[in-house]
């Protein structure tokens, strides 16, 4: 009888201290979509067309978290024009070398 309470514990010990499960986010199933406003009159929309990340979730918690990487070079408007020119020295902040990051820490029921 006793060594059953004691398995018993240890299976809720175990699951209690368990890790969340941890995904790889497919960078070819996924879409990452931007909207811009400009001057109240116009939207441009876009897409990163590179992005990896992660996500992990814990069903017991009934929590997790969302990880995204998104290369600034991999930005596609649909007018190559566009692109390039934000792409250009005028922007520096989307240079070739920049990652942005998309991260959500607390995802809750």
């Not at 879409?31 to 009159?41: D, K, Q």
């Not at 067309?49 to 978290?65: H, I, K």
């Not at 990487?69 to 520096?92: C, H, I, N």
């Amino acid at each position: 009888m006793r060594r059953g309470w004691l398995i018993a514990a240890a299976l809720v010990a175990a699951t209690t201290l368990a890790e969340p499960a941890v995904y790889r986010v497919d960078g070819d199933r996924t879409r990452a979509e931007f909207e811009i406003g400009h001057f109240g009159v116009m939207h441009t929309k876009g897409r990163f067309v590179q992005l990896t990340g992660r996500l992990a979730f814990d069903p017991a918690a009934r929590a997790g978290s969302i990880m995204l990487d998104l290369p600034a070079a991999s930005v596609d408007t649909g007018w190559e024009a566009r692109d390039d020119f934000g792409m250009s020295a005028l922007w520096p902040m989307l240079s070739d070398d920049v990652e942005l990051m998309f991260r959500i820490y607390a995802v809750r029921d």
